[in-house]
């Protein structure tokens, strides 16, 4: 299986801030790497697929980059309700997902 | 909008069996693939099944292969895990999750897109 490792495991920031959350595969994925956005006690919504490219009704602060294994998922102008963990998972093989970044606001 | 409802968690004493169901609407069933996700509590996500739109094809993580079985009912728009010699570590919430697979200039990709609210399995004596 490829491994998938977030960092950092967990980060607090303020309202206004730009924030970055690295992904990094145990081997080259290409760009088969998924966003997700899960609050307490609700199931994982998708942010970014295909590395950089924004799902419908994701706000444009949310934005994807990398390729290989390399990935980072970008929050500019932070609001409080991105409040929540952050998963990484890709889709090169059976799907395998980070261990999640938990999110301060 | 889109929809699917899990149903059927519950608490099973180990080596039990437990029967999920997935009742998706508002897009047709027919046409997606497939996949039960899971999460531990307090832990991480964790892919378990894929069932292709034919149910011709299934997949399954190793710490469930020959445990659990995925299996769809097109007709009824329908998706269900079969959970049998359930274990302690099989504990958690599990989620129904559309994949959904879109051809680009450069390959085939695919994501989760639409996710049920999840049901609870907790597996102890």
């Known amino acids: 299986d490829i491994q998938m490792t977030q960092s950092p495991s967990s980060l607090s920031a303020f309202v206004g801030d730009r924030v970055t959350i690295t992904c990094r595969a145990s081997?080259?994925?290409?760009?088969?790497l998924n966003w997700y956005q899960q609050k307490p006690g609700k199931a994982p919504k998708l942010l970014i697929y295909?590395?950089?490219s924004l799902q419908s009704g994701v706000p444009s602060r949310f934005s994807g980059s990398g390729s290989g294994t390399d990935f980072t998922l970008t929050i500019t102008s932070l609001q409080p309700e991105d409040s929540a963990t952050y998963h990484c998972?890709?889709?090169?093989?059976?799907?395998?997902f980070g261990q999640g970044t938990r999110l301060e606001i | 909008e889109e929809r699917l409802v899990e149903s059927g968690g519950d608490l099973v004493q180990p080596g039990g069996s437990l029967r999920l169901s997935c009742a998706a609407s508002?897009?047709?069933?027919?046409?997606?693939?497939m996949n039960w996700v899971r999460q531990a509590p307090g832990k991480g996500l964790e892919w378990v099944s894929y069932?292709?739109?034919?149910?011709?094809?299934?997949y399954y993580a190793d710490s469930v292969k020959g445990r659990f079985t995925i299996s769809r009912d097109n007709g009824k728009n329908s998706l269900s895990l079969q959970m049998n010699s359930l274990r302690a570590e099989d504990t958690g919430v599990y989620y129904c999750?559309?994949?959904?697979?879109?051809?680009?200039?450069?390959?085939?990709?695919?994501?989760?897109?639409?996710w049920g609210q999840g049901t609870l399995v907790t597996v102890s004596s």
């Open positions: 999750a559309r994949e959904f697979a879109r051809r680009f200039s450069y390959g085939r990709r695919a994501w989760f897109d639409t």
């Open positions: 508002e897009f047709t069933f027919s046409s997606f693939e």
């Open positions: 069932i292709s739109n034919d149910a011709k094809t299934k």
């Open positions: 081997q080259s994925i290409n760009n088969y």
């Open positions: 295909a590395a950089s």
């Open positions: 998972q890709q889709s090169y093989t059976t799907p395998t």
